[in-house]
């Protein structure tokens, strides 16, 4: 039988009406959330980005402070920005969109954004926090991955979930996510020797390697829930994940599309670490 559809789009946009809202009462007691995006250079895909980042933020209240830079802009000129935003009170989460040209030192200015702004998680802060079990700002995809199983009320306990991928920004704090929710991971990887056997293992595959259709439908347990994290571009100019999706969803349970799964989910988690950033700044207690 044919898996359900994960709907990212749906999940996004609830997850976005209950934020406006919750905005709308923040602003009624004089606190405005504030995200600055600092984009540098042309690259056309982060273009884009960042364009999705400042709409979502008009829709849902939250006041977008632009910064374009050319690239020409010096390490110690964005080092400057980021001290500046870091100080001003009006922003709440600050996101430098990545890649940054290879000339900048990308580390050196990652690390400089406050801890209490790093709406993003990638920083030493937020993922020591997520080790730790610590309150904090989770990255953006992973928490998004979980918020879809949430929504479709799959429980990661007990169940043993495989991620596909080991980068810092997806890969490694998702695996941490699901073990927070009790869930017996293993993190696969390109060395992994018998990646097909680990994936047929999990109930629950999240692939996040950027490599179009690498998991093909005879990788995928009958019933599993699929996550697919990947966004690529085909020489014809089209839009797929990780997954070969046509024969994977055939033995899937559930299964996201691409587009419309992980994708509008990352925007709508960066709106949600953003509020969480105001509430915290305003000494709000909070949930996380
Ligand atoms: N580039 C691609 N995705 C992201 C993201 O989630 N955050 C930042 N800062 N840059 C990105």
Do not use: W
């Not at 050319?70 to 969109?97: A, F, M, R, Y």
């Not at 050196?108 to 997520?130: H, S, T, Y």
């Amino acid at each position: 039988m044919a898996a359900q559809l994960i709907d990212g789009k749906k999940v996004a946009a609830d997850i976005r009406a209950k934020l406006k809202s919750e905005i709308d009462e923040l602003k009624s007691k004089g606190i405005s959330p504030g995200l600055a995006v600092v984009l540098v250079g042309e690259n056309p895909a982060s273009k884009k980005y960042v364009s999705s980042k400042e709409k979502t933020c008009d829709e849902i209240g939250i006041k977008s402070f632009s910064h374009k830079l050319p690239e020409s802009i010096t390490q110690k000129e964005l080092i400057d920005l980021i001290d500046d935003l870091n100080n001003d009170e009006n922003v709440h989460g600050i996101l430098v969109q990545l890649p940054l040209p290879k000339y900048l030192n990308e580390k050196e200015i990652m690390n400089r954004i406050a801890p209490e702004k790093d709406v993003d998680g990638f920083g030493p802060d937020a993922l020591g926090k997520l080790v730790l079990d610590e309150p904090g700002f989770v990255a953006c995809t992973p928490h998004g991955a979980i918020k879809m199983l949430d929504a479709y009320n799959i429980d990661p306990k007990g169940k043993h979930a495989v991620v596909v991928g080991r980068s810092v920004i997806v890969g490694k704090p998702l695996a941490l996510l699901l073990l927070r929710k009790h869930a017996t991971v293993t993190i696969a990887h390109s060395r992994t020797p018998d990646l097909k056997e680990t994936c047929l293992g999990a109930d629950i595959l999240c692939v996040a390697v950027g490599k179009a259709k690498m998991i093909t439908g005879d990788m995928v347990k009958e019933g599993a829930a699929v996550i697919d994290i990947g966004i690529n571009v085909t020489p014809e100019g089209k839009i797929v994940g990780d997954v070969d999706f046509e024969p994977a969803k055939e033995r899937a349970g559930y299964i996201t599309p691409v587009p419309g799964g992980a994708g509008p989910m990352t925007i709508a988690m960066l709106m949600y670490n953003t509020v969480l950033a105001a509430k915290m700044a305003a000494g709000m207690k909070v949930e996380v």
